[in-house]
């Protein structure tokens, strides 16, 4: 399927696993957007690629990211994630529900934008407790609540490098 130049909304609804190694924008200008509930989760380390000029929003609330339940996500079933291409990744919700797995921005020139709500009790760990890592790209931390996107990790899980080549 190809996407040029415009806007598609795409429903996870359908649940199960996302094989194939991950996802490509290829086209510039053009923004796609992920909703659903369902246990659509990823099943294998995926590389999602956006190109420059376009965007990617994830906005899938089913898995629970707070120890609450009250922030959810989409379900990174511990499978690592690297953010490359260039491109915008805007995070309405979480990312890394439910991963024990590192995620990688390899993303030159590009964002990923944390625009998660707030977590209303970090009493005990979250769900993602894996660890990030940033290589290349501007990771942004972009509303009050991605302040708490990393608060489930521990020693040596944690953010393992900050650095904007």
Not at 95 to 103: D, I, K, L, P
Not at 116 to 138: D, E, I, K, Q
Not at 139 to 156: D, K, Q, V, W
Request: proline fraction near 2%; include cysteine.
């Amino acid at each position: 399927m190809i996407f040029t130049a415009a806007n598609y909304t795409i429903n996870l609804d359908n649940g199960g696993s996302w094989t194939g190694g991950g996802l490509t924008i290829g086209s510039t200008n053009t923004v796609i957007t992920f909703i659903g509930t369902a246990n659509t989760h990823l099943n294998a380390t995926a590389t999602w690629t956006v190109a420059a000029g376009s965007t990617l929003i994830l906005d899938d609330t089913r898995q629970s990211f707070d120890a609450a339940g009250t922030v959810k996500g989409f379900n990174w079933n511990s499978r690592s994630a690297t953010f490359a291409g260039g491109g915008t990744f805007n995070f309405q919700t979480p990312f890394g529900c439910n991963s024990t797995a590192v995620n990688t921005e390899n993303n030159p020139g590009g964002v990923v934008n944390l625009l998660m709500n707030p977590v209303t009790s970090t009493a005990s760990a979250g769900t993602y407790s894996g660890g990030f890592t940033l290589t290349a790209g501007t990771l942004n931390f972009a509303s009050a609540g991605s302040a708490e996107a990393f608060y489930g990790f521990t020693a040596p899980s944690v953010c393992n490098q900050w650095r904007d080549d």
